[in-house]
Structures are given as structure tokens and as C-alpha cells.
């Protein structure tokens, strides 16, 4: 893992896995104090992710992955967004990245999703619990450590 | 609200105009003056030139000009921008003084009026001196005036008129004043606009001069300073792509003003308002993103800029008026046709504001903590002489040092002070929630629905913060069901949280319920101990009794909600509260199943309602209502807590109404069905479960149809979703998300215990009296009465087989078109049990092929359901399809006396009719009797007699009769001659003795006749003897109407030896015979 190093450099704060429903699967944030307003973030920025998926309607069907990038520029943070299969990754950055570059981004929702499809995958895996904090560290550890 | 410290001078967000005043009008009494005024003020559309004007008395004072500085060396400017200077350029200042003078040229008094003129030019020249304003002179003149050139007096006079007046040629102007005043008012105004960009400009080149006297070190706030005006007068003049030009560089200037504590505020004020400029220019040059670019710059450079940290607050405050501003420029820009998008439009600047607004809030709540004791400093250090500051941004205090030393800390503390205090009486959350609006509206306009949410949510909260509670609920109601339906519990909860602060505030009992029931729940991501203070709360409620305060409440309003609460409880009066739970989720979860999808009327209905508490600790209910469709059956699905007396005894309802969190409580229910809802849907409309009585208060939940609240549909979603397998539970528990909610179920008749039994043969022959014997018997235990029989053709089949079927009881007679084809309701009495009857159908069927028959038999008995007598209606139905077949074929074939198949007859010759009768029918046929009825042109040659009479055919046996027959000749007829009618009578051979027989009429087939010429009729004996002669008689008959050569040859066979004529020749008379004899004599072979 020689290019661990280099993902060291992006501090990702909050990972949610949100589903086709817009109910989140998952909500995973470092600084847990301000919690609550990484999570409104995060569901505010589902209007733009609507926004971008109804305006692309039937081409949708056709990509095989969804990177929107840069959902909305906010002060403090900056919110990236992909999904295949209408299940939504966003990833709230710390804007001090100023070396944050688009395909490293890229490359951790890459990452992000096959961790996603591994728990997936997992027939023994109820979706529901994923969101129960406590419940599987095993995928929450799997997922911080892709960023 | 009025302006505030941070609100951007008027001065400074206003369109710069040409600043042009007018004088010598007296626009209170001189009418002609009054519309000269009008005509430069009123319906100044966009195509007017940009000039505002003013009317002042033409001795009117203007703001002084200060001694032209020679040298800049020893000058120190005290600050970048004087507050008064652009009101001094925009209002005061004016570019071009017009003198209004009424004098026309053909005036008597001419050189009166001229120095009058000149006099009046004077004072305003002498009242501006040192100013480079223009002077232009207007005469107002009564009569139109020539062509220019034309009028020689007039060009003399003006010439002697400038001369006086100083005035060069170009600033005079006449005013005819008659019809086209307007026209002419345009006219002049354009000159005038002239007039001040000239002026302008100078103005421009006057401030670029002092340049060069500048240095860097001593006078780097004028740098700023002479930029700032360059590009203000730049606009002034209406340049403003020089204008922006200009601004920039004064924005870069102020960046590399060396800032420090004490000048921070001036050099963020000044950044501020060029910024503001910069902004508004690019939106003006529709460049949009290009002031977006600019204000990013701004706030990277100036968001760390903070200051005194003890007035930190400012800086929040500075930054939100700098975000609202470029919101409000930026919708302006919309408004005047700008598009935004949904990820760039103001809404996102005013939640900015908004942002730091709030943080202004907490700081100034850090910073401004002051006891009361503290007084407002005494003399005011924020008061200044003249009431304002000198220059922008500087404090009060310490105006116009530039030093970074403080040289009076004292000063600067009491100052500090000053500002603190002030800062506390500032409506803090009224200014976050008007930005929280602005944006709300904007991003309800571009379509971010949760970014609207949030806002709201925030809004709020602020109405909390700032003890609104009412609009709090009311905002916070309205965005819960938003989050609700997404399932962001976590976001759901925390508002719950501040609404339930609320109602505890307000003493709103049934809001404090609603949230309390939901906050409990499983939505809620509350941690236990928190939910058990709810639950604790919620049952002191119940109870009558006052809740524990909400944590962290405002300690001045708690104590008046102690008070009201104390207040509620007093009141006595309507204590039951009814809260639908489909909006919202509850902590006690229900389902209502029953047992099966349809019920026997005669068997109890049975249904289960399943509670599960998910609350921290057990809960009591007091009583668990159903309600159906059919309100008669909601009396028997109740269970109520026992009354108080009972209560001592061991009861063992007091078990079932306690709900112990986590565990589902099973309740099962069950009542007998009306029989008059057989047939019907039987469905749950709600489930009420009361919690609290009425003693005290009480709350009803009550769920639509069978149980499931906001969150259901989710769940069971996921649920389906999800493979996992659930863990065994004992065999008494069910897992909550295996129940499937079933609301409804059907009611449907007893099951019948009869036997209909139905014998026939079939199939049906064509129009035959079809016998079904219908057997029906009972095996009930109990006599059944009223046994009704419904018999016939199935409805719902082909409507012609309706009217080609009928029905009977009677098999006697024939039955006609006038017999239905089914027969509804024939009573057949009652039966004891065991007791079987039996009932003959006869049906009739004119068409061949398949029908269906139905039999329905229908009784009532009485019966009983959990010792309930009922009657219950029942019935059993059978269904027979039954084949109609042909009985017979018949055949008719036409042949000559000698049996040779004929093509066609010859008139007046007797020919044979045969008939060829072959039963069809698989069961045997008699043929009672036949009967020819000939048609009037046909003649019998013999009798017409049945020869076929009770002749019993089998299956594929035939019966055939053989009628000669003559037909007149009746010349040619087209298509041939009617032949009559064959007539068969006939009936099963089985059927009984009194089954009418059946005629059927059989259609005989049309023969052609011909007439012949010549009919030869051979006579010969039936049997000769071998050597004896043999007489053989030729009938030759002419059958036309003349004389006919008739040549006859006889060729004997060999076996013969002939006598007679072997060849003659004969004429034959009309219809006459002849006889021709001959003998023959020969013998045969043995």
C-alpha cells in the first residue's frame, strides 16, 4: 500500500452512504461534536444531487458511475458526491486541501464503493444495522481506512 | 429597522448622478416655473440622461472649497475616506449651477434685466469659488423663437447677455415657454449633462494631479483616498468601465494599507465599500462571475482580519453585512434579468450572513457578559462633536490618529466598553432571522427543498433563542415531516428536541405530548437516560401533574412555564387529547392482523392487535378500542382497565395492559359477523389506544386502518430488503417485523351441507323436452327451510342461447318463445335432516351446442356462533354443461318409376320421392308417425300414407319412405317447383308416456320440371316362357301440340326372335297415343 501516503494528505470529516430513498445508510463524521451539522449538510446537499441526476434523466442509465465532483462550494467545507446504483457517497472535505485534486477524489470514492459492495456482498448483512453506530466496526474501520 | 453601525451608507449603494442645480425657479407660486421643475423631475425613464437635480435659491451657500494645497510635504491625512465626501459630490457639490432668468429679446427694459442677470450670475460664481462648477444661464422667454440667424436683435442681445455674464457661448440657453416644453426641457438637460461630464472629468484630472506629490510612506492613505475619488467621479461621469478600473486598484491599495488593531476596522470599512462598488459594477456590466470572483477575493483576504478580539463580534458582524450585501446585489441583478443557478444564486450569501450573524450572537453573548452593575460609560466615548465620525471606520475615541501606539488605555478600555454594551441590546436574532428568510426564499426559488428545511429549522431555533416560541413550533412543525420522511432521525431528533423545549415553555400539552410520544419512540436517537427523563415527564402528565423543566431552558421563561403548567392543571375541563399517529412516530407501534382473509358467517371473527413499546420503561394503557367499517362490531373489540373495585381482585386483564418495552403484546380479539355483511368487506378503520384516563388527562393514539405510522413504510422496505435471518424467539413471541398488517377480511356464507345431485342423458337433441332430474339432499343436523331452487341457463353466456332455451317444470306440454330460459326462486319447502327431494327439469334447446346450466339451491338454517343464535343463509350451486345434437338426418332424393336417380322431373310423368330418415341421436329414436303435406302444384299418384309409423331407429339405423308423385306440367318455372313438406313426429323411445311428441317440419327440396316432346312407355309382361311368344307393348305418347314424324326402328337382342315391324314410319298426331305391338320369340340360357 504505497500510495497510502499519499491519501494521508486529504482529511475526509464526515463519509455518509446515503440510499435510493435519501434515508442515510450510513453517517460516519471525525470532529463527532459537530455532528449534527455535518449531517444537515450532507441533506442539504441532496437537492443538488437530485438536481444533477433528474437533469441527466435517461443518460443516467447509461453511465456506469456517477462522479458529480463539487456538489456546492460552502465556507468551511467542500461536499463531492458519487453514485451508481442511486446509493449516494458524499464526502464533506476540509478546504485546507487546497492540493485537493479531482481524480484523488475520485479514487476514494473508487475505493469507498467497492468497501460498500464488499459489506454488500455479505448475504448475512442486514442494510438496516449499517446505520446502528457500535454495531459492525469491522465496516466502519473498512471504510475510514480507504480515505 | 433603522441603520445600523454596518448597515453600507445610502451614499455608497446608491447610482451615482450628475449632480446639476437649478436656480432663479420659484416653484411654490410662478405656475410657468412649477412645470419647468415638473418637466426635469417627473417620468424620469431610463432613456433620460443620469442627472439629479435640485432646486436651490439662486443666493444658496455651497459647502466652501478649502485653499488649494501647494505641497503635500508636510501634510499627514488623518484617515482614507471622509464620511461626508461622497454626500458632498452626490448632493451638494453641484457640476453645473443653471440661473433661470425670465427675459425675452425683444424685452423694453433690456438693460435692466441684462445686469439684473449678470448680478444673479455673480453670487452663485462668488458662492463657488475655488470650485471648477459650470454656471449656465436659461432664459425663460414668453414668445417662440426664430430661426436661429433670422433674428438679429436676438443674436446681438446674446452675444451682450454672454458678454455680462461672463459666459461663453455654450451656456446659454433659451426656454421658449409654449407647447412643446417638454421637447425642450430634454434639449437642455442633454447640454447640461454635457456641461457636468466636462465638469467630471476636470475633477478627475484635478485628483490625478495631486499624485505626484504623493510618497509612499506618509501618505499611503491617500493613495487609497485619490483612488477612491478617481473612480467616484468616474462614475459620476458615467465611465464606468474606468469607474471599476479605478475601484480595483483602490481595493488592491487598501490591501497594502500596513494594517494593525487599531485601524483594521478603517482599512475592512474602506475594503468593504470598494468591494460593494466593484460588485455592483460587474453585475451592472453583466458580468456575474466576475463579481462572485471578486467577493471570494474580498472575503479570503479579509475573513481573518478580525481585529480586537475583545470586539470580535464586530468582525462577525462586518462579515454577515458583507455577505447580505453582495445577496442583495446579486438579486438585484436577477430581478433585472440575471439567471442563477442552483448552486450559485444569493440565497447561499444570505445563509452566509446568516452564519455569521449567529456567530456575531455567540460572541457578543461571550463578550458582552457584563454584570449589571456595569454602567454606560458617563461622557459617552462613542459620542462625537458633530455627531458623526470624521472618517469612515475609525473610533470615536481616537479620531484621526493614525499612531498604532494607544496612547490612552484608559481610553480605548472605556471605549471597548462602550461598544459591548451596546452590542447587547442589539436584536440579534431579528437581524438572523430576516437573512434566514431571504435565503429560505431564495432557495425555495431554486429548488434546494432541504436546503430550505435547514434554513427553517434554523429560523426556528433562532424564535427559541430569542423566547418566540409560538412561530418556533410553528417552523419547526412544519419541517419535521420533512425529515421524517427521509428518516434522518438524527436531525429529526435534535429538532424534536427544540420543539419539545417549546411546548414545555408555552405549556402546550398536547404539542408537549406529540413530541414526548415521538421522542420516546424509535425515530428518536435520544440516549436512554434522556428518554426515561421524557417518559418520566410524559407519565407526570398523564397523571395531572407538572413536568420536570426541559434542560437548559432560558431560567426567566422556565419559571413562568412552572407557572402555567401549575395553571393547566387547574383547569379542568377536556383532558383527552386525540393525536393521529400516520404523521409521526410514536413509541408505542401497532398492527392489527386478522386471522384469515375471509370468515364463515357462522364462525367468530377472529383478529389480532399487536403493541410494542419502545420507550425506556414499561407502560400502562388504560384502553385499547377497534373500530370497523360497520360500526356495530366496535362494542366487542374493546378492553378497558378494569374499574376501581375490580382492580383489588386479581384481575387478569391488568397483565395484558402493560407494555413492557422491546416485548410484542399480542391481544386477540373476536365477535360473530351480521349476517346481513355477508358478502362484505369487514376492515379495521382505526385503532385508538388511550394512555392516561380521564381522570387525569388521556391521550388517544390512533391509528388509521391497521396500525403503521410514518415510519413503517420505510421499514418494511428495508425489511424485505434485508436476507438476514431473524433469531429464534420462544414460541409465545413473534418478531414485530414478520407481522403483516391485515386490515381486512371478507365475510362469506356458511358452508352449505347439502348435496345437489343432477341426472340426465345426454346430449340434448334439437327442440326435444330435455329432462334434469335434480336431486337435493340434506345433511344438515337440523331442518333447513325456505330451500329455494334456482334453475336454468347460466347467465353471462351468449345472448342468442337465451332466447333458444327454455325452461320448465312441466314436461307435459311443448314449451314456446314465452318461457324464460332461467328460472329464479322456486320454492321446494323444507327438509329434515337426511331428507332428499326431487325436482324434473325440462329444458328446451333450439339450436345445436353447448350450454351451461346452473342448479342453486338456497335454504336457511338456524345455527349458533359462541352461543349466539343466528340464521344463517346457505347455499350450493352446480354447474352442467350439456351438448345439443341433431336427432336425425333426413334425406330426399327424386327417382323415376324405375329407381333411376332423377336430375329433374318431366311433367305429367309419375316419379318417386324418397326420404331417407338416420338417426343421429345415440340414444334410440321413435318415429311416431310421418307425413308428406305436397305443395298445391304436386299430385299424389297414389295414397299418401306413413309407412314408417313407431318405428324405433338405433343410433345410425335409417327409416325411409317412398312417395310417387306426378307434377302437372306448368311451363317454366325458375328455380323449380315447391315440393311440399315432410312432417316427422317423434320422441325418445326412454321418455315417458306423457313427453309430448316432437314435430319436426322438414323443408322438401325444389324439382325442376321439363316438358318432353315424346314419351315412350315400354309394356312389358313381367316374366315370358322360354318358345313361347312374348308380347311387348311400345306406348308412344306426343306430348306437343302438333304432328310429329315419328320413325321407329326395334333392334331385337339376339336372344330373341322377332316378329312384326322391324321399321316404320308413322306421323303422330298431337297428344295422341299410339300402341305399337311387336312379338318376339326366342329363348334364354338356362
Redesign the interface.
Known amino acids: 500500500m504505497g500510495k497510502r501516503t499519499r491519501y494521508l494528505t486529504i482529511t475526509a470529516i464526515c463519509i455518509p452512504v446515503i440510499t435510493k430513498?435519501?434515508?442515510?445508510l450510513y453517517?460516519r463524521s471525525t470532529p463527532m461534536e459537530n455532528?449534527?451539522r455535518f449531517?444537515?449538510m450532507v441533506?442539504?446537499s441532496?437537492?443538488?444531487v437530485d438536481?444533477k441526476i433528474s437533469s441527466m434523466g435517461k443518460a443516467l442509465v447509461n453511465q456506469r458511475e456517477l462522479y458529480l465532483g463539487l456538489?456546492?462550494p460552502?465556507?468551511d467545507y467542500k461536499v463531492f458526491y458519487t453514485t451508481i446504483s442511486k446509493v449516494k457517497f458524499v464526502m464533506v472535505v476540509n478546504p485546507s486541501n487546497t492540493a485537493l485534486r479531482d481524480n484523488e477524489i475520485h479514487r476514494m470514492f473508487w475505493k469507498l464503493h467497492n468497501s460498500y459492495i464488499d459489506v454488500m456482498c455479505n448475504?448475512?448483512?442486514?442494510?438496516?444495522t449499517i446505520s446502528r453506530p457500535g454495531t459492525d466496526n469491522m465496516v466502519m474501520s473498512m471504510m475510514i481506512q480507504v480515505c | 429597522m433603522s441603520p445600523t453601525q454596518w448597515d453600507l451608507p445610502v451614499e455608497l449603494c446608491c447610482r451615482p448622478m450628475a449632480f446639476v442645480t437649478l436656480t432663479g425657479l420659484d416653484v411654490v407660486y410662478n405656475a410657468v416655473h412649477r412645470a419647468v421643475w415638473d418637466a426635469f423631475c417627473a417620468n424620469r425613464r431610463a432613456d433620460r440622461v443620469p442627472i439629479s437635480f435640485k432646486v436651490l435659491p439662486g443666493d444658496h451657500e455651497y459647502p466652501k472649497c478649502r485653499p488649494k494645497r501647494t505641497s503635500y510635504e508636510w501634510y499627514i491625512p488623518k484617515g482614507i475616506l471622509k464620511t461626508g465626501w461622497m454626500n458632498k459630490h452626490l448632493n451638494l457639490v453641484p457640476a453645473l449651477v443653471v440661473v433661470f432668468y425670465e427675459l425675452d429679446w425683444d424685452e423694453p427694459q433690456w438693460k435692466e434685466k441684462q445686469s439684473e442677470c449678470a448680478t444673479r450670475v455673480e453670487i452663485v460664481r462668488q458662492s463657488l469659488q475655488g470650485r471648477n462648477t459650470k454656471v449656465a444661464v436659461v432664459l425663460i422667454q414668453k414668445k417662440t423663437p426664430l430661426p436661429p440667424g433670422e433674428d438679429v436683435i436676438a443674436s446681438e442681445r446674446a452675444a451682450a447677455l454672454c458678454n455680462a455674464c461672463e459666459l461663453s457661448g455654450k451656456s446659454l440657453f433659451v426656454l421658449p415657454h409654449t407647447d412643446h416644453l417638454v421637447g425642450y426641457i430634454i434639449r437642455l438637460e442633454n447640454a447640461f449633462y454635457e456641461h457636468a461630464q466636462t465638469y467630471y472629468y476636470t475633477e478627475i484630472r484635478r485628483v490625478k494631479s495631486h499624485k505626484e506629490f504623493l510618497n509612499k510612506t506618509t501618505h499611503q492613505l491617500l493613495f487609497v483616498r485619490h483612488q477612491f475619488k478617481i473612480a467616484f467621479f468616474s462614475e459620476l461621469k458615467q465611465d464606468t468601465q474606468n469607474a471599476l478600473k479605478n475601484y480595483r486598484t483602490a481595493y488592491n491599495l487598501v490591501h497594502e494599507l500596513r494594517a494593525h488593531e487599531t485601524n483594521i476596522l478603517e482599512i475592512k470599512t474602506m475594503a468593504g465599500f470598494i468591494n460593494y462598488k466593484i460588485c455592483r459594477l460587474c453585475f451592472q456590466h453583466n458580468t456575474p462571475l466576475d463579481a462572485i470572483a471578486q467577493f471570494r477575493k474580498h472575503i479570503d483576504l479579509c475573513k481573518k482580519k478580525i481585529g480586537s478580539a475583545e470586539l470580535s463580534f464586530e468582525h462577525a458582524a462586518w462579515m454577515s453585512k458583507q455577505f447580505q450585501a453582495f445577496g442583495d446585489l446579486f438579486d438585484e441583478a436577477i430581478k433585472l434579468g440575471l439567471t442563477a443557478i442552483?448552486?450559485q444564486n444569493p440565497g447561499?450569501y444570505y445563509q452566509?450572513a446568516a452564519?455569521y450573524a449567529q456567530e456575531r450572537k455567540q460572541l457578543a453573548k461571550s463578550l458582552c457578559n457584563h454584570e449589571a452593575s456595569v454602567m454606560y460609560p458617563n461622557p459617552d466615548p462613542l459620542e462625537t462633536q458633530t455627531g458623526v465620525l470624521d472618517f469612515y471606520g475609525q473610533r470615536s475615541w481616537r479620531q484621526g490618529i493614525l499612531s498604532f501606539d494607544l496612547s490612552d488605555p484608559e481610553k480605548e478600555k472605556v471605549g471597548v466598553l462602550a461598544i459591548q454594551l451596546k452590542e447587547r441590546n442589539v436584536a440579534h436574532s431579528e437581524i438572523i432571522i430576516t437573512l434566514l428568510s431571504n435565503a429560505v426564499a431564495q432557495?425555495k426559488k431554486y429548488?434546494?427543498?432541504?436546503?430550505k428545511s435547514?434554513l427553517m429549522?434554523q429560523m426556528g431555533e433562532e424564535y427559541y433563542y430569542a423566547k418566540d416560541y409560538t412561530k418556533a413550533l410553528k417552523l419547526l412543525d412544519y419541517v419535521m415531516c420533512d425529515?421524517r420522511s427521509?428518516?434522518?432521525w438524527?436531525?429529526l431528533t435534535?429538532i424534536l428536541t427544540t420543539a419539545l423545549k417549546c411546548s414545555y415553555l408555552m405549556a402546550q400539552l398536547k404539542d408537549y405530548i406529540t413530541y414526548s410520544l415521538e421522542l420516546l419512540g424509535r425515530a428518536s436517537t435520544l440516549k436512554d437516560d434522556q428518554k426515561s427523563r421524557i417518559e418520566k415527564n410524559l407519565i407526570n402528565v398523564l397523571m395531572n401533574e407538572s413536568p420536570d423543566p426541559e434542560p437548559d431552558c432560558d431560567i426567566f421563561a422556565g419559571k413562568t412555564a412552572q407557572k402555567l403548567w401549575a395553571d393547566r392543571i387547574s383547569l379542568a375541563g377536556s383532558n383527552i387529547f386525540t393525536i393521529g399517529v400516520q404523521d409521526f412516530v410514536p413509541f408505542v407501534q401497532c398492527k392489527a392482523k386478522f386471522h384469515a382473509p375471509s370468515f364463515h358467517v357462522d364462525v367468530p371473527v377472529e383478529f389480532d392487535i399487536y403493541l410494542k413499546a419502545d420507550c425506556p420503561h414499561p407502560i400502562r394503557f388504560s384502553k385499547l378500542c377497534v373500530s370497523f367499517n360497520n360500526q356495530e362490531y366496535n362494542q366487542f373489540c374493546v378492553i378497558e382497565e378494569a374499574s376501581k373495585a375490580n382492580e383489588v381482585l386479581e384481575n387478569p386483564t391488568q397483565g395484558k395492559m402493560c407494555l413492557v418495552p422491546g416485548k410484542t403484546r399480542k391481544l386477540l380479539f373476536k365477535f360473530v359477523a351480521k349476517t346481513e355483511d355477508v358478502g362484505k368487506k369487514i376492515e379495521i378503520t382505526s385503532v385508538d389506544l388511550a394512555l392516561g384516563n380521564e381522570t387525569g388527562r388521556c391521550v388517544v393514539l390512533n391509528w388509521q386502518g391497521g396500525g403503521g405510522d410514518a415510519a413503517s413504510s420505510?421499514?418494511a422496505?428495508?425489511?424485505a430488503?434485508?436476507?438476514?435471518?431473524r433469531p429464534k424467539l420462544p414460541d409465545n413471541e413473534v418478531h414485530w417485523d414478520s407481522i403483516i398488517i391485515q386490515a381486512s377480511t371478507m365475510i362469506i356464507s356458511r358452508v352449505p351441507n347439502i348435496s345437489v345431485h343432477l341426472q340426465h342423458e345426454p346430449p340434448a337433441l334439437t327442440n326435444e323436452m330435455y329432462c334434469l332430474v335434480v336431486t337435493v339432499q340434506s345433511h344438515e343436523k337440523t331442518q333447513i327451510r325456505d330451500v329455494k331452487l334456482t334453475a336454468g341457463l347460466k347467465p353471462g353466456q351468449d345472448a342468442n342461447l337465451t332466447q333458444k332455451t327454455h325452461v320448465t317444470l312441466h314436461g307435459t306440454e311443448l314449451c314456446d318463445e314465452s318461457y324464460p330460459a332461467l328460472l329464479t326462486d322456486i320454492p321446494v319447502g323444507d327438509l329434515h335432516p337426511g331428507e332428499q327431494l326431487e325436482k324434473m327439469l325440462y329444458v328446451r334447446c333450439g339450436t345445436v351446442g353447448s350450454r351451461m346450466f346452473l342448479v342453486y339451491v338456497s335454504y336457511l338454517i338456524n345455527t349458533t356462533a359462541e352461543e349466539k343464535e343466528i340464521v344463517c343463509k346457505c347455499h350450493k350451486d352446480e354447474t352442467v354443461t350439456i351438448e345439443t345434437v341433431f336427432p336425425f338426418d333426413v334425406a330426399v332424393k327424386f327417382v323415376s318409376t324405375k329407381f333411376e336417380h332423377l336430375e329433374r322431373v318431366y311433367a305429367d310423368i309419375p316419379f318417386l320421392l324418397m326420404t331417407d330418415l338416420l338417426s343421429a341421436s345415440p340414444w334410440a329414436l321413435t318415429v311416431v308417425s310421418s307425413e308428406l303435406q305436397l305443395a298445391p302444384s304436386m299430385t299424389t299418384v297414389d295414397q299418401l300414407e306413413s309407412q314408417v309409423d313407431n318405428v324405433v331407429l338405433q343410433t345410425g339405423e335409417s327409416a325411409s319412405e317412398c312417395f310417387c308423385l306426378r307434377c302437372p306440367s306448368l311451363g317454366n318455372v325458375e328455380g323449380g317447383v315447391a315440393t311440399g313438406h315432410y312432417i316427422i313426429s317423434w320422441k325418445r323411445t326412454s321418455a315417458m308416456e306423457n313427453i309430448p311428441v316432437i314435430r319436426t317440419v322438414i323443408t322438401l327440396p325444389h324439382v325442376i320440371v321439363e316438358n318432353i316432346p315424346l314419351h315412350v312407355n315400354a309394356d312389358l309382361p313381367s316374366f315370358g316362357r322360354v318358345r313361347e311368344s312374348l308380347p311387348v307393348k311400345y306406348h308412344l305418347q306426343n306430348k306437343t301440340d302438333f304432328v310429329q314424324d315419328v320413325e321407329i326402328s326395334v333392334e331385337p337382342s339376339d336372344a330373341f326372335m322377332f316378329s312384326g315391324l322391324k321399321q316404320i314410319r308413322l306421323p303422330a298426331q298431337a297428344f295422341y297415343s299410339y300402341q305399337y305391338f311387336c312379338q318376339a320369340t326366342g329363348s334364354t340360357h338356362g
Open positions: 430513498e435519501n434515508y442515510p453517517i455532528e449534527l449531517q444537515y441533506h442539504t441532496l437537492d443538488m438536481e456538489l456546492y460552502t465556507e448475504p448475512f448483512c442486514n442494510p438496516r | 442552483q448552486t447561499f452566509q452564519y432557495f429548488k434546494c427543498p432541504r436546503m435547514h429549522v425529515y427521509e428518516g434522518w438524527t436531525l435534535s420505510q421499514e422496505l428495508q425489511a430488503r434485508s436476507f438476514k435471518r
